[in-house]
């Protein structure tokens, strides 16, 4: 039998990578807790890596995971004590092994001069030879100073990386059976209209509710299929934390709470980065050095906590530490300075703590390798609001802030509010749109102005007219309706000309060339075949606001 080398060799790449995170999180956890059971999980994990890579005939691999084993054997049977520098030690190796890894696709696997040492000083260690000193600095060099991204965390190039999940077979097998039911469906209908005698429209009608009933429940499937639990995402960041932590001086326990809550895995894949630049904040701004915490009552040990739970048809992803808080007074200089509002110090908290997500906001003293440009949290609300998801963030002086994402369950399908604006349609997702009304003839008249401030029912409410933001050609209707869409900092009216109803909307990525464009976070096809933009809400608010605030300024 011929054996699909290719085939193999990506089955070793994914269990690799899951594998190397496990030893990662369990090697942090054995820090903490010295449990016999952790060893044997992380001996196993080393010794699975050893006989896959002899599979896929990769030796320089094998014969630094047979080194690593080796450790790893003289700590499970008690020959060895756990302390800080041998997890260092066995840190460093698996960032080696990630490195063997990412050059698996190119061919070239072998072993540096950096990696041979790295060898030498666990063979050292494992027959007792250890220098404390410099050996002890070595493994203390490579584990404290943190990593800037994570780059074990992205091996693969964008065309090689290949997306992977685990699907019950139960779930196969019925999505087979709908597939079969969904042929017999069409074929009753296709027999129906290509027949002698046309049947009657019910039973037309019939048949091709039978067929979308089934459709339906085929896509509900798969929404399941792409659904992956939050608790693999948490764990990626175990390593991120106790490096940073320890750069830095301080001590900082990671808690995960909802780890089995499930989301769309291209949600998931797409809010790594955000939880990266928030942890990584709240760990350098936020959490307290041992000495201030101590000072202040606190324990030594801080906690940061990433928590996941449903709440009304969205997930709520919250980063929760519990260290000092927001300074009030040094978030109202900088928003002075940068002339984000004239009279900071008069914002509602909710508003004046949003400000820390704006382009350049920052309140470090100095610029360090993990904060102070300002870029941070900017691309936090970024991010996830091209998820089409909101963030808020709460704090309370001297205990800690609470950073909450609230997205979609998934990014594949919306509800979606159909408008037209000359011969085009726009989709508004559903759930931002508080009510639509008719234009007042006082905004009609002014026709030609692109924006402008509108009085609803005594509230100040900006509004854009799509016509002039898409530069559509065509003359306005002698009526044009108003679309009332929420969003966390206020609402906004977009003026369109006719409302098309409710419809579920398939989003359809946008190619690269058009990925930048301003207001716009996707396409969708219609049903009559033509392509119908998906608007981006919050982009939309602040499109509507800005000119009216740099005229205020």
């Not at 630094?64 to 260092?88: K, M, N, Q």
């Not at 609402?491 to 060339?513: A, M, N, R, Y």
């Amino acid at each position: 039998m011929e054996i699909d080398h290719d085939a193999l060799l990506q089955a070793f790449l994914v269990e690799c990578d899951e594998l190397l995170v496990l030893m990662e999180e369990q090697l942090v956890g054995l820090e903490q807790q010295p449990e016999p059971e952790r060893l044997k999980t992380i001996f196993r994990a080393a010794h699975t890596l050893k006989g896959n890579a002899t599979c896929v005939a990769l030796p320089s691999f094998v014969e630094f995971a047979h080194v690593v084993e080796d450790l790893l054997d003289r700590l499970r049977s008690g020959e060895l004590a756990v302390s800080h520098e041998i997890v260092s030690l066995l840190l460093s190796a698996v960032d080696v092994m990630r490195e063997l890894r990412a050059r698996v696709p190119g061919g070239q696997v072998t072993l540096t001069a950096h990696q041979r040492g790295l060898m030498e000083l666990m063979s050292r260690r494992a027959r007792k030879e250890f220098a404390a000193g410099g050996a002890a600095v070595d493994a203390r060099d490579s584990s404290t100073s943190p990593p800037p991204e994570q780059p074990g965390r992205k091996l693969l190039a964008e065309e090689e990386r290949a997306r992977n999940l685990r699907v019950g077979i139960n779930k196969l097998d019925r999505m087979v059976d709908l597939i079969g039911e969904l042929s017999i469906a069409q074929g009753g209908v296709t027999a129906m209209l290509e027949g002698e005698k046309w049947r009657s429209r019910e039973e037309l009608l019939e048949a091709n509710r039978v067929g979308e009933r089934l459709l339906r429940e085929l896509q509900e499937l798969v929404m399941k299929v792409r659904m992956v639990p939050l608790g693999p995402t948490f764990r990626q960041y175990v390593r991120t934390v106790r490096d940073l932590a320890a750069s830095q001086g301080k001590q900082v326990e990671l808690v995960f709470e909802g780890e089995d809550v499930e989301m769309d895995t291209a949600v998931v894949d797409n809010v790594r980065d955000p939880l990266l630049h928030m942890i990584r904040n709240a760990i350098d701004h936020g959490i307290e050095t041992p000495t201030v915490r101590r000072a202040r009552g606190k324990p030594e040990l801080s906690q940061l906590k990433l928590r996941a739970s449903h709440d009304s048809g969205s997930i709520l992803i919250e980063v929760i530490d519990d260290g000092a808080g927001l300074d009030k007074a040094k978030i109202i200089e900088r928003a002075r300075a940068l002339g984000l509002s004239r009279e900071p110090e008069a914002l509602p908290e909710e508003e004046l703590f949003a400000l820390i997500f704006e382009p350049g906001f920052s309140t470090a003293q100095e610029i360090t390798a993990t904060s102070g440009r300002g870029v941070g949290m900017d691309v936090v609300r970024r991010n996830v609001e091209a998820l089409r998801g909101k963030v808020t963030v709460q704090s309370r002086e001297g205990h800690g802030v609470t950073i909450s994402l609230r997205l979609p369950l998934t990014f594949a399908i919306i509800d979606g509010f159909l408008v037209g604006v000359g011969s085009e349609t726009y989709v508004v997702p559903l759930d931002a749109v508080l009510e639509c009304v008719e234009l007042p003839e006082s905004a009609r008249e002014r026709a030609e102005e692109r924006d402008g401030v509108l009085n609803l029912r005594g509230e100040p409410v900006p509004f854009l007219r799509l016509r002039h933001l898409f530069s559509h050609s065509t003359a306005a209707p002698q009526r044009e309706s108003l679309v009332i869409v929420q969003y966390q900092q206020g609402k906004v009216g977009l003026v369109v000309d006719t409302l098309l109803g409710e419809s579920q909307t398939v989003i359809k990525p946008l190619g690269t060339f058009f990925k930048e464009l301003p207001c716009i976070s996707g396409a969708s096809i219609l049903g009559n075949g033509r392509i119908a933009l998906i608007l981006d809400d919050a982009a939309l608010l602040r499109e509507a606001t800005r000119p009216r605030l740099s005229a205020a300024s």
